[in-house]
């Protein structure tokens, strides 16, 4: 889902999660594996400071193997538990709950201690839009029990979903807004399709993915599209493309826009393979 803030939702949305972290034990972050950075919200770790920490690296299905490696590593150092992640697979869920329960050890020690048994960590998930954070809640609760999408602005009453006896978990996630003043911050998310394509150019795009994909995955594009990526200007590129897939309009005249889409397309359906587009040592 596209989506657009605007000053008022940002407040109020930070002032429910203020509000909303009160009563948790975990925050537990999704993250877009493709930009672990971008995708994050700047006030998250001072919102979250004194919670326990998770965070998921969201669809590591479609990020580089090598490179999800990397991100868990940083985020790990900086005192994170992190777990990657296919929200819409089962198969980590076991392991998310061992590591929540790693991750609260020390208050079901001191709960234990305090003779108070059988209290449930409480959790709550967040992550600005489209990261996955709806999936990841019905996944994980096994059933539909949390909406897929956002709905901005709609507050109800608190419900807890209890995932087992151990943890539970806030029913609504705490919906962030990225880094919208950082220009590549901007362009990452518009690549991954976070940010309305009405209001992005798709040419540029296509051609800021051209020349990222030229340097960081050489022969990716030649191979999916049969062509020589030792061009010079991405734009040499995205023409080549344009010929190869009939990418034309009346007259003969290459219609680079068609090109363009269809290579930002591939890119975030998966089609040009796994990606990630920005690592921890270039920020
Ligand atoms: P929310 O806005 O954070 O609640 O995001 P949603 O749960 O609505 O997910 C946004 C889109 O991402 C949906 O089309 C999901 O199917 C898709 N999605 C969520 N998690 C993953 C994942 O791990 N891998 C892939 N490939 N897609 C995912």
Do not use: Y
């Given at each position: 889902m596209n989506f657009q803030w605007y000053p008022g939702h940002m407040t109020k949305a930070k002032r429910q999660m203020q509000e909303d972290i009160k009563?948790?034990?975990?925050?537990?972050?999704?993250?877009?594996?493709?930009?672990?950075?971008?995708?994050?919200?700047?006030?998250?770790?001072?919102?979250?400071k004194n919670k326990a920490r998770l965070i998921l690296l969201n669809k590591s299905d479609l990020s580089d193997e090598r490179k999800n490696e990397t991100w868990a590593s940083y985020f790990k150092e900086k005192g994170f538990y992190v777990v990657k992640l296919d929200a819409r697979r089962r198969n980590s869920m076991k392991e998310i709950q061992n590591v929540i329960l790693e991750a609260c050890k020390e208050?079901?020690?001191?709960?234990?201690?305090?003779?108070?048994?059988?209290?449930?960590?409480r959790a709550m998930v967040v992550g600005i839009p489209n990261v996955g954070k709806s999936t990841f809640i019905n996944t994980f609760a096994g059933?539909?029990?949390?909406?897929?999408?956002?709905?901005?602005?709609?507050?109800?009453?608190?419900?807890w979903i209890r995932l087992n006896k151990d943890v539970e978990l806030l029913d609504t996630p705490g919906i962030l807004w990225p880094k919208f003043?950082?220009?590549?911050?901007?362009?990452?998310?518009?690549?991954?399709?976070?940010?309305?394509?009405e209001i992005l150019n798709i040419d540029e795009l296509s051609l800021e993915l051209i020349s990222y994909l030229k340097e960081n995955y050489a022969g990716t594009l030649a191979a999916r599209y049969e062509v020589e990526e030792t061009v010079e200007r991405p734009v040499e590129l995205?023409?080549?493309?344009?010929?190869?897939?009939?990418?034309?309009?009346r007259g003969n005249e290459i219609d680079y826009s068609k090109a363009a889409a269809l290579v930002v397309d591939d890119f975030r359906s998966g089609r040009l393979g796994r990606i990630t587009l920005e690592l921890p040592e270039a920020e």
């Open positions: 009563l948790i034990d975990l925050v537990i972050e999704l993250v877009d594996a493709r930009i672990p950075l971008s995708s994050r919200n700047p006030d998250i770790d001072e919102l979250g208050k079901i020690e001191r709960d234990r201690r305090r003779g108070i048994k059988n209290r449930p960590v059933k539909a029990c949390a909406k897929t999408g956002n709905k901005p602005g709609v507050t109800k009453g608190k419900q003043d950082d220009q590549m911050v901007g362009l990452r998310l518009a690549l991954i399709g976070s940010i309305k394509d995205l023409e080549a493309i344009a010929q190869k897939r009939g990418c034309v309009q």
